[in-house]
């Protein structure tokens, strides 16, 4: 199992400036990962939240490198579609915080408790706003309106997808404020969802 952080996140390098980050960049920096370094085949691909945006375009970029799909709580937004506003009023407070309490924002989405310990561990590659720029720009990078820089790619990713007939399951919370429902959105257009 291969499990890569986000560049910005968790472990991994952290470029300080929000202008570092963008959606075409992140997906480069997991094909240039997986793809070019690891060399992987036959991947056996779960996507969550922007994990699942970044892979869901490998997915269309790469089908020959795929197995199966999982996606998680996650979407391919072509910028068609308003997101709902308890996700415009999430990117307001990430954009314009200066220090991110991440370990809270990690609790604020979860049905159960964090133990401070788990809330640290979140913070932990965040110990202040100059390592935050990955978390401060991914609000933005998700396309809000046709002429989006990044539109372009994922109606591509979508036609790719609409020909993608290998397993593809969709698990996604009921609870989930922001994505719920997109379930339905991702199975229809996808051949290989159809039986899952």
Sequence with gaps: MVAPDLVGFGRSDKPSEVSDHTYSRHVAWMQAALF????????????????GLIGLR?????????ARVVATNTGLPDGQHRLPEVWWRFRDFVVGTPELPIGMLVRSGCQGELTPEVMAAYDAPFPGPDYQAG???????????????????????????ERFDK????????????????????RAPIPGAAAH
């Design 36 to 51: 070019d370094g690891l060399e992987l085949h036959d991947v056996n691909l779960v996507g969550h939240d922007w994990g």
């Design 58 to 66: 490998l997915v269309a970029e790469h089908p020959d490198r795929i």
């Design 135 to 161: 978390p401060h720009a991914m609000p933005d990078l998700i396309p809000q309106s046709p002429d989006n820089v990044e539109t372009p790619a994922q109606l591509r990713a979508w036609s790719s997808l």
């Design 167 to 186: 397993p593809f399951l969709t698990a996604f919370s009921d609870s989930d404020p922001i994505t719920a429902g997109v379930d339905r959105l991702m």
